[in-house]
């Protein structure tokens, strides 16, 4: 049985040609930075439906249904989480939206003590991110 082909990670690119992930990766610790980049990597070469990563790679659930969550932690406990989601379709479909194979398209990260969680409008924020992203045809990505 043949494996299955990796997936694209691709960024979330704001119609003001901001990046969110790039700004929230420049802000973090180099170790936390290539800790998350090793997670996606890893995430799409499995692929993400086979991916199994003991807490690294997580469906998330609630309002927040449909989004991933790459989690790692930092120096005290400090918590960085990405936001995904999936872009899997048909070879047309992909064409489409602009992407040339499935694909994870990160849209935005965020960072939180230990011990606490993001607020209904941290999430609210990812949400709106996700939507612009996903209201667009093709995609505004950057690779």
Request: contains cysteine.
């Given at each position: 049985?043949t494996?299955?082909a990796?997936?694209?990670?691709v960024?979330?690119?704001?119609?003001?040609?901001?990046?969110?992930?790039?700004?929230?990766?420049?802000?973090c610790?180099?170790?936390i930075?290539?800790?998350?980049?090793a997670?996606?990597?890893a995430v799409a070469?499995a692929p993400?439906?086979?991916?199994s990563g003991g807490?690294?790679?997580?469906?998330?659930?609630?309002?927040?249904?449909?989004?991933?969550e790459?989690r790692t932690?930092?120096p005290?406990r400090?918590?960085?989480?990405l936001?995904?989601?999936?872009e899997n379709?048909?070879p047309?479909?992909?064409r489409?939206?602009?992407?040339?194979?499935?694909?994870?398209?990160?849209?935005?990260?965020m960072?939180k003590p230990?011990m606490?969680v993001?607020?209904?409008?941290?999430?609210?924020?990812?949400r709106?991110?996700?939507?612009d992203?996903?209201?667009?045809?093709p995609r505004?990505?950057?690779?």
């Amino acid at each position: 049985m043949t494996p299955p082909a990796a997936w694209t990670v691709v960024f979330y690119k704001a119609a003001d040609g901001a990046v969110p992930v790039d700004d929230f990766l420049r802000g973090c610790p180099v170790k936390i930075r290539a800790r998350l980049m090793a997670i996606l990597d890893a995430v799409a070469e499995a692929p993400p439906p086979q991916f199994s990563g003991g807490g690294q790679w997580e469906a998330m659930h609630g309002d927040m249904g449909g989004y991933f969550e790459v989690r790692t932690q930092g120096p005290k406990r400090e918590q960085f989480r990405l936001f995904c989601l999936l872009e899997n379709a048909e070879p047309a479909e992909l064409r489409r939206r602009g992407l040339a194979e499935p694909s994870i398209a990160v849209v935005a990260g965020m960072r939180k003590p230990w011990m606490t969680v993001f607020t209904r409008t941290d999430y609210l924020r990812v949400r709106a991110m996700g939507d612009d992203y996903l209201g667009t045809m093709p995609r505004r990505i950057a690779t």
